[in-house]
């Protein structure tokens, strides 16, 4: 034939077989010798099925002859990743874990593509369980990237990006938890679909993330992923996350003009969040000119920093992935690659609270998507950039910052990547057209439209017949950066690993130490906005500037702003350098070291240091009720802290609840100062001078700390800090400085052990939190506690009053 098979499409083959002008058996022959001459260079094949191969051809062919076409697929050959579930054939994750695993039935998906009559060539080379990086230390070797053979294909679906760019399949199957799809078809000039979670089923593939993982096409060109699409979208009720739904047909989609389309340019991803190389940036400038070209209407539009999703991504998924394989990581660690374990053993840091929030985090994200579904029919953001050397390739990298693909596993969108350019290296670039769920109809349209105005998809990589990969140094195990660890550090990284009972070698301990500060870089639950760009310190040193400012705006429009008296200047310094400045900064060190339920339950023990020290200090009287109030109250408090599954060998969690409680009596003491303090101006009137003082204490203190924080301000981050600022600092100082005066202190305190139940309530009823038995009991305890203690209050408090001998104009003043 006048073209090279090896060079046609899907779409082009099937015409031929349809019409008799090609023979299955033909073609599958080809594609052999293909596979044979190239495959040395590209290592992208670990199992070669060609006997398979010429029987289902030939049976393709019978089938055809006898009128019985299945369509677009019939007789066509493809590969598959090797994750893929394929009966009696190797199913091997590209491990040495699962040398022997021999399948005993199909994946779905590889049903399905036997139905539709394609035909298997082989299996393909992956990253290690479908998540490490490019490892020298397997039973295969990495694929190669054909476009320059010393360079990454991107991954994890590595050798199917190398096997459809070089000719030797028309079609792969790849799988995409936060980019294997798209990352390889960036890198290797092809194009990938990663469907809508749930469209296209997992069963029988080898599980990465059950939150994240989906199941698509790498091919030539767009029409012949939608053509693979059809075949394999459809319910499954073998996997769960399988939605059922009306499968359009996605070939009519094509062919058919943008005019009309509203598509949003994610613009702030390659300019902003990750910036791109030049090339990349005129490749991506180029394309959106080409789609205003045929009718597109385009706007630039914002989502979350890509880091954000990546957080998200990396607690979920790396929790999952661990559970999947700890069995094997218990029983047989040293038969995993050094980048898998590069990888997975950080996640040993996470805890089920980081899991759980991250879980929430995830789901508060897919819903902020939906205002911008209703705006934009699709969107558009770059792919991976130009890939990388092999040598340059570093197992910690994974850690150190976010990815362009990441964030639509974390939504769940379909996004079809294809490409778009050459760097100068010449080396493929791509973009991503990112749909609504379920969209996949629309994207094919843009991505088919644009294809077609273009021609960077009928370039070939320059692959010489027979030759063989260049050696390749491989790329040292470790970066050093997680050698020098502090002993707390190291200390913690071992008991988490018993925790999950791993015995680690030096090796696997120093992986693990390596990725340890980036795992715990990404576990903020409270706050997270905040914290993930300000640490503690700065947080409350910010959160006092701006309160300090508000306050003094509102004292001065409302004519309130007094200087304090001398009589006052005690109370001043009480409220500011206790509670504004020592507890904030003593609890704030302990959420450092200690989980989020513990530091909040431990802040609010100021029951025991309040109750004997207002009846030393003012002789407020401990009636039965209070006394048994303030005893069930903490017992419901002793309830929630759990001390029996504390772990009190951890210095640094030792120290940690050290610090929240040496906040609480802080903050104890202070409550007592409220109640005997002699007021003579009102609390709303000392405290912009309070919040002032505090913040000239602790803005120098963040700047001691030795870290100015580059924040990324962005509306969100903004509107957390005033509202922080103003809500959670201002205004309940100032309702907490009036409880202090108005009333007893017993009763103040009691009345506080309400915020850690509203605290977990709150996360029970909005945020889907467990109800446990204990936790039940814990808050009636509590609730009961403050109930029986402020009954108890009444009967002693007109004598506490007179004695306390409380200003009524003052009052009448703050009601003002």
């Known amino acids: 034939m006048a073209t090279e098979l090896h060079d046609l499409s899907i779409a082009e083959l099937s015409s031929l077989i349809a019409a008799r002008k090609l023979s299955p058996l033909e073609l599958v022959e080809a594609l052999i010798r293909r596979v044979e001459q190239y495959d040395r260079q590209t290592h992208a094949f ?46 091997s994750g590209h491990s040495r874990v699962f040398l022997d695993r021999i399948p005993k039935d199909d994946a779905m998906t590889t049903t399905r593509l036997y139905d539709a009559g394609a035909v298997l060539l082989g299996k393909l080379a992956t990253h290690e369980m479908a998540h490490a990086g490019p490892s020298f230390d397997l039973p295969w070797p990495p694929a190669r990237n054909p476009w320059n053979l010393a360079h990454f294909t991107g991954g994890s679906s590595s050798g199917s990006g190398a096997a459809v760019a070089s000719g030797m399949v028309p079609l792969a199957l790849g799988s995409d938890t936060g980019g294997s799809i798209r990352g390889p078809a960036s890198l290797c000039g092809v194009v990938g679909l990663m469907p809508t979670f749930g469209l296209v089923s ?42 059922r739904r009306a499968i359009p047909s996605y070939r009519e989609a094509l062919g058919q003009d943008l005019r009309g389309l509203k598509i949003g340019v994610l613009r702030h991803h390659w300019e902003k969040d990750i910036p791109a190389s030049d090339d990349v940036k005129k490749a991506m400038d180029a394309a959106l000119d080409v789609l205003r070209r045929l009718g597109a209407q385009l706007t630039d539009c914002h989502v979350r920093p890509l880091a954000s999703y990546f957080d998200v991504k990396i607690i979920i998924a790396e929790s999952e992935i661990f559970s999947v394989h700890q069995k094997n990581l218990i029983a047989r660690p040293k038969d995993f690659g050094a980048d898998f374990r590069s990888r997975v053993l950080p996640s040993v840091l996470f805890t089920a609270n980081d899991y759980v929030q991250a879980t929430r985090e995830h789901r508060r994200m897919m819903v902020e998507m939906e205002p911008l579904y209703e705006k934009f029919d699709a969107f558009v953001t770059a792919g991976m950039g130009e890939a990388p050397r092999l040598t340059d390739y570093r197992s910690v990298s994974f850690w150190q910052k976010p990815s362009l693909l990441t964030a639509w ?39 088919h439209a644009y294809e077609r105005a273009t021609d960077w998809h009928a370039r070939r990589p320059p692959l010489v017949r027979g030759a063989a990969a260049p050696d390749v140094v491989p790329p040292p195990l470790l970066s050093g950066t997680g050698v020098h660890v502090d002993t707390e550090t190291r200390d913690l990284c071992v008991k988490s690993a018993k925790r999950a009972r791993l015995q680690l070698d030096d090796l696997m301990l120093a992986q693990l130490l390596e990725g340890a500060p980036y795992a715990w870089g990404l576990t903020w639950p ?14 409350v040193a910010l959160r006092a500037a701006i309160a300090t400012v508000a306050l003094f705006v509102i004292a001065i429009a409302r004519r309130r702003l007094v200087l304090p008296t001398r009589a006052d200047v005690p109370v001043v310094l009480s409220i500011t350098l206790l509670h ?44 039965p009720r209070r006394v048994i109030g303030v005893l069930i109250g903490v017992t419901g408090l002793v309830v929630l802290f759990n001390p029996l599954a504390f772990d009190w060998g951890d210095s640094r969690a030792v120290l940690g609840n050290l610090a929240i409680l040496a906040a609480a009596a802080l903050w104890a003491a202070n409550i007592v100062h409220l109640r005997g303090h002699d007021w003579q101006a009102t609390p709303f009137e000392l405290l912009p001078w309070e919040m002032l003082l505090a913040t000239l204490i602790l803005v120098p203190l963040a700047f001691a700390s030795g870290h100015v924080p580059a924040v990324p301000w962005d509306a969100r981050l903004v509107a957390l800090m005033l509202y922080s600022a103003a809500v959670g600092a201002g205004l309940a100082y100032w309702a907490l400085a009036v409880a202090g005066r108005d009333l007893p202190a017993i009763t103040t305190s009691l009345g506080l052990l309400a915020t850690p139940v509203v605290t977990i309530a709150i996360a029970t009823l909005w945020l889907g939190e467990a109800v446990t038995i204990s936790l039940v009991v814990a808050v009636l305890l509590v609730l009961g506690g403050i109930a029986l203690g402020a009954t108890g209050a009444a009967t002693a408090r007109s004598a506490d009053q007179r004695r306390h001998g409380l200003i009524h104009h003052q009052q009448v003043r703050e009601t003002t």
């Open 409 to 447: 596993n974390v939504t769940s969108q379909p996004v079809l990547q294809l490409p778009n350019g050459f760097g100068g290296n010449g080396l493929p670039l791509g973009m991503q057209i990112v749909g609504r769920p379920f969209g996949e109809a629309t994207i094919l349209r843009i991505g």
């Open 580 to 623: 504004m400045v020592g507890f904030v900064v003593l609890a704030n060190v302990g959420l450092e070291l200690v989980s989020t339920g513990r530091t909040v339950v431990l802040a609010y023990t100021t029951p025991l240091w309040v109750a004997p020290a207002a009846r030393i200090f003012l002789h407020e009287r401990l009636t």
């Open 202 to 243: 997992r069963a029988g593939v080898i599980t990465n993330s059950y939150t994240f993982d989906h199941c698509g096409p790498l091919a030539r060109t767009v029409e012949d992923c939608a053509l693979t699409l059809q075949a394999l979208a459809g319910y499954d009720p073998k996997d769960a996350g399988s939605v």
């Open 46 to 91: 670990i199992t070669r099925t060609f006997d398979l191969a010429r029987q289902q051809a030939k049976q393709a062919e019978a089938e055809i002859s006898a009128g019985r076409y299945r369509g677009a697929l019939h007789g066509i050959p493809f590969a598959l990743k090797d994750i893929y579930d394929t009966k009696g054939i190797l199913t």
């Open 526 to 539: 409270v706050n997270k906005q905040l914290l993930q760009s300000l640490s503690p310190l700065w947080m």
